[in-house]
C-alpha cells in the first residue's frame, strides 16, 4: 500500500526558507515520479517540482526556479522540498504525490496522472 506523509510546512517570514519531507512507502515502480504540488486558496492545484526517481531528473515550475530545490534521502525513501526566498504567493498547502505510470513520469506536474497523495501541510509566508 502506497504511503506518502508529508512535514515541514509552517509560519515564515518573506525571504525565509523552509524545508518539507515526504516519507514515501509501499511502491516500486521503473516510472515512478514524486512531484510535489501546492494549492493556495481558491487557485488551481499546481505542480512545482518533481524528481523521475530511476534516474534522479528534476524539473521546476518556472515560478521556483533557482528558489526551489527538490532532493531525496540517501535511502530514497524521502524527498525534500528546500524552499528558500520564499515570497508571499508560495503562501499554499503542499502536497507530495506518487505516479507509477509511463504516462506519470512524461506528464509529471498534472495532477491527474498521479494517485497517490499525502494529506498535505500549510506553509504560509507573511511579515
Known amino acids: 500500500q502506497v504511503q506518502l506523509v508529508e512535514s515541514g510546512g509552517g509560519l515564515v517570514q518573506p525571504g525565509g526558507s523552509l524545508r518539507l519531507s515526504c516519507a514515501a512507502s509501499g511502491f516500486t515502480s521503473d516510472y515512478s515520479v514524486i512531484t510535489w504540488f501546492r494549492q493556495a486558496p481558491g487557485k488551481e492545484r499546481e505542480g512545482v517540482s518533481c524528481?523521475?526517481?530511476?534516474?534522479?531528473?528534476?524539473y521546476y515550475a518556472d515560478s521556483v526556479k533557482g528558489r526551489f530545490t527538490i532532493s531525496r534521502a540517501n535511502d530514497k525513501n524521502t524527498v525534500y522540498l528546500q524552499m528558500n526566498n520564499l515570497k508571499p504567493e508560495d503562501t499554499a498547502v503542499y502536497y507530495c504525490a506518487a505516479g507509477l505510470t509511463i504516462m506519470a513520469s512524461m506528464y509529471p506536474f498534472e495532477a491527474n496522472q498521479f494517485p497517490h497523495w499525502g494529506q498535505g501541510t500549510q506553509v504560509t509566508v507573511s511579515a
Open positions: 524528481m523521475i526517481t530511476r534516474d534522479g531528473r528534476t
